[in-house]
C-alpha cells in the first residue's frame, strides 16, 4: 500500500506538458484509432437543425439476393463523401462475419449521408436491407422507416421471385418506387430485356429505369439526383409531440440497448426523460446519434430524422421492435408497429456436453436480443439432455443463427432436423379443458395427440413463386407435383422466363425443396414463399421401435403418403448408426400398432462349431440350438441403449439426401 502511495505521489509531482495528449478513455501509450469501431465517445457533435424536413430523404435499397444492394450502398457511401473512396470498400455496412463470409446481408443496416444537389444540403437516411426470403421480416421492417425504395434488378438475371415479392411489400406500404437496372457492365447483360419485365410486371415506364454499374460507379450519381426528385419528404413536424418508432436494436455490453429509431414527430435530445409505449417504463436519454455508418453522436435529432439511442435501457426485451417512445407526461397515439415475426421451422438445440447448459443459455440469450425473430421454448430429451426448442423463419435463417453462435460465442451445439409447427382440432371435451381451447399447436412431435381424440389435424402452408426460364418448366411442374403442391398460376413474363405459383405443405418444401430446383434448373430457378395460412391433412405420427420399445426422440409427424418412404429411410440410417449387439436388434417404423418398415442388425456370433473335427451332424445342431437359445434369452433382458452418436447422425439434417 505505502509503495502504490509513492507511485501515485510521484506521477502527481510530474509536469503535465510531459504527458502526451490521449482520446478519452484509451491509455496514452494507444494511438487514438485503437479505439472501439464503432464507439462515439470522443467525436465532435453534429447540429442536425440544419437539416429541415423538406430536406430528409428516407430510403431503402430492395433486391434479390446477390443482384448487388451492398455494392450500390458502397458506392453511394463514396459518392457523398461518407467514407474514403478505396479498393477495400466491399460490403461496408455488413458487419457480422457470417455476411463477409456468405457474401451475403443477414440484418438491415442504416447509414446517413449528406448531400448537395441544386444548392441544397440533403440528409438522405440509406437502409440496406437482406434479399434473400428467410431474411422478408428485417425487409418489412426497414420499409417502416422510409417514404421510398431503390428497386435493384441484376441486367443478367432480370427478375426474380423476391425481386417480385420485395416490391408488392413496397407497394402495399405505399412508397415511392425507383427501378435501377444493376450490372450493365457484364458481358451477358440485356437491359432491354430487363426493362421490358419492369414495365409487364411492375407497370413502370421503361423512361424511369436507371441503367447503372455499382461495381464501376457508373451512372450510380444519377441514381441520387432520383432519390431527391421522386421520394418525397416526411410527413412530420418538429412543433408535434415526441413520437419515435424502435425499427431495430442492438445490445452493447458497456452501455446497455442501442435502439435504432425513426422520429415521426418532435425532436429528443439528451436528459430527455422518455416512455415506452410497451412497457410504460421511464428512461433518460444518454445520447442520441446518427450512424454514419458508425456511430455519429448529435446534440439533438428532430423530426423525419433516423438514428440510434441510448437510454440505458439493460436488456433487448425493454426496445421491443416496433414500439414508439414519447417523452414523459406528453403520451401520444402509439404508431402502427409491425407484425411480430411467425416462426416457419422449428429445430431442437441441445448443448454438446450438458456441462456447457448454462453457458449456451447466456450465449442464446445475448444472441436473440440481436435477432429478436427467433423464439426459444425450454426442452428436453431423453437421450439428448436439456436443451431448446427454437422457432427460425427459414433453414437458412437456422443456419445463420448456428454459424454466428459458433463464430461470435464459440458454442457448438446439437441441432436437430427441422419440424415445422402442426395444428389439431380437438374433439375430446377432456383434452379441450385440459388444453383450455379446442384448436393446439404442436411443435414436438411428442404433443401429438391420438387420431381418436381430434377431428382434424392441419398443417402450414405457403403460396410459392417459382420464376425460371421456359425450358426447365417441365422437370419443376413434375417437382412440384411430388411435393404434394397444388398450381395456383402460371405467366409468360417475357418469351424466355415464367412465373409459376404453387400452394406447397411447408412441410415439403423446408429441408431440401430449394436444392433439388436448383439441380434441375442448372441454378436458374429463383424462389420465394409466403405464408397461406393452415389446410387440413392425413397426418399420422411415426414412431421407431427397437425391439418393441419406442424411441421418444426419433417419432416424426409426417402425411400418410409419405410414410412408407420415410419410415423405411430412417430405419436403413439406424442400422448404420448402431453399434451391433451379442443379440438380433430389430429396428421398426409404425403408425399405431401397424408396422410399415422393418431392418434387422445382426448379432455378434461366435463360431461355436469350430471345435468339431467332422463326427455326426447331430452335435452340431446341438451346439448352434444351444447359442440359438442363449441369445433369445439374452434378447429378452437385454436392453437397447442407442448410443449419443447415433442419435446425432440420424436427428441431423440430412446433408446427403
Known sequence: MALAGRTAAWWARLPSSRLPAAPLCLPPWLPAACGRPYSSRGKEKLDMST???????????????????????DRLLEITGTIAKTDRNKQVLDKLQVERERGITVKAQSASLFYSHGGVNYLLNLIDTP???DFSYEVSRSLSACQGVILVVDANEGIQAQTVANFYLAFEAQLAIIPVINKIDLKNADPERVEKQIEKLFDIPIHECVRISAKQGTNVEKVLQKVIEKIPPPQCNTADPLKALVFDSTFDHYRGVIANIALFGGEIQKGHKIVSAHTKKRYEVNEVGILTPNEQPTHKLYAGQVGYLVAGMKEVTEAQIG???????????????????KPMVFAGMYPVDQTEYNNLKSALERLTLNDSSVTVHRDSSLALGAGWRLGFLGLLHMEVFNQRLEQEYNMSVILTAPTVPYKAVLSSAKLIKEYGKAEITIINPAQFPDKLSVSEYLEPTVLGTIVTPHEYIGKIIVLCQDRRAVQKDMLYIDEHRVMLKY?????????DFYDALKSLSSGYASFDYEDAGYQAADLIKMDILLNGNPVEELATIIHNDKAYATGKFLCERLKDAIPRQLFEIAIQAAIGKKIIARETLKAFRKNVVAKCYGGDITRRMKLLKRQAEGKKLMRKIGNVEVPRDAF??????QTDK
Open 323 to 341: 414500439d414508439t417512445l414519447f417523452l414523459y407526461k406528453q403520451p401520444v397515439e402509439p404508431l402502427p408497429g409491425f407484425k411480430s415475426a
Open 51 to 73: 437539416y429541415p424536413v423538406e430536406s430528409i430523404r428516407n430510403f431503402s435499397i430492395i433486391a434479390h439476393v446477390d443482384h448487388g444492394k451492398s455494392t450500390l450502398a
Open 131 to 133: 434479399g434473400h426470403v
Open 648 to 653: 446425432i447422425r440420424v436427428l441431423k439434417r
Open 503 to 511: 400452394l406447397f405443405p411447408l412441410n415439403e418444401i423446408v429441408v
